[in-house]
């Protein structure tokens, strides 16, 4: 098993050779020669303030190969620094792979790669691979930042101004709905609430009075899954491996 994996990585190598200081990798020719440059700076900066490893590689096809685990294994095999992200797009096949070893691990979280994801598949999908590959730095620019501050990005952070807007919405409600209420437990102008005012002394009177309440039995069987259907999926949810075994947190998208 052992001699596998090392096969494995060694013929990756070879597909993909990379420098000690690479770390824009163009197979599918995406980029200019002043475009990759940007994208090296923008990474050596993150790297240089806070001690991690991004890696962004566009390649032409997957050839069949699982994206996850292509990513993984590019990124072991690079000996990039063990707490990094990767940002993996085949072009061909119109799919990309996020994934955070490490302490990055616990930065992409789901609500992390839900909000990178989302912008990056939808600059990949206008064509735009230099949007896309900025996005992905600069959100992990902000990741880090609140991780340098012992912050995790979350739901909070990512609906926050939604989350306001309904607070201020949620609090007008129950103020109006408290008014009413002591509107009508007031003793003034309250209006008659039947006829019992206007009834002749000694009239008719109800003596008797039944409620009625129709029943009905409900079951529920639960729905079989179909034959060979798969569990899990590509989100953030499962734990990537690479051929060695070693985990990485993300996930894939198609675009």
């Known amino acids: 098993m052992k001699q596998r994996v090392l096969f494995v990585l060694a013929a990756l190598w070879a597909l993909y050779p990379v420098s000690a200081q690479e770390r824009v990798f163009d197979y599918a020719g995406v980029f200019s020669?002043?475009?990759k440059a940007e994208l090296e700076d923008r990474i050596a900066s993150?790297?240089?303030?806070?001690?991690?490893?991004l890696v962004i590689v566009f390649d032409r096809s997957l050839q069949g190969y699982d994206i996850n685990r292509r990513a993984a294994d590019f990124y072991e095999t690079g000996g990039f620094p063990p707490d990094g992200a990767i940002l993996f797009n085949a072009v061909e096949d119109r799919e990309f792979a996020i994934l955070a070893s490490?302490?990055?691990?616990d930065i992409l979280n789901p609500a992390a790669f839900g909000r990178t994801s989302g912008g990056v598949a939808g600059a990949l999908g206008k064509d735009r691979p230099l949007a896309a590959a900025r996005l992905f730095c600069d959100e992990w620019d902000h990741y880090l930042a609140l991780d340098a501050?012992?912050?995790h990005y979350n739901a909070?952070?990512?609906y926050g101004s939604a989350l306001t807007g309904a607070g201020w919405i949620l609090g007008l409600?129950?103020?109006f709905l408290t008014v009413m209420g002591w509107k009508a437990g007031?003793?003034?102008a309250v209006p008659r609430g039947g006829a019992a005012g206007f009834t002749a002394p000694g009239g008719p009177s109800v003596t008797?009075?039944?409620?009625?309440f129709l029943y009905s039995a409900v079951s529920k069987t639960p729905r079989q899954s179909a034959p060979g259907a798969k569990t899990g999926g590509s989100g953030p949810g499962a734990v990537r491996a690479s051929s060695s075994g070693k985990t990485y947190s993300g996930g894939s998208r198609k675009y």
Request: aromatic share 6%; hydrophobic share 25%.
């Open 186 to 188: 007031m003793k003034t």
């Open 46 to 53: 993150v790297s240089a303030r806070y001690g991690f490893g």
């Open 173 to 175: 409600l129950v103020s």
């Open 208 to 212: 008797e009075k039944n409620d009625s």
């Open 156 to 158: 909070v952070l990512r």
């Open 102 to 105: 490490g302490k990055g691990k």
């Open 149 to 151: 501050r012992g912050r």
């Open 33 to 35: 020669g002043e475009e």
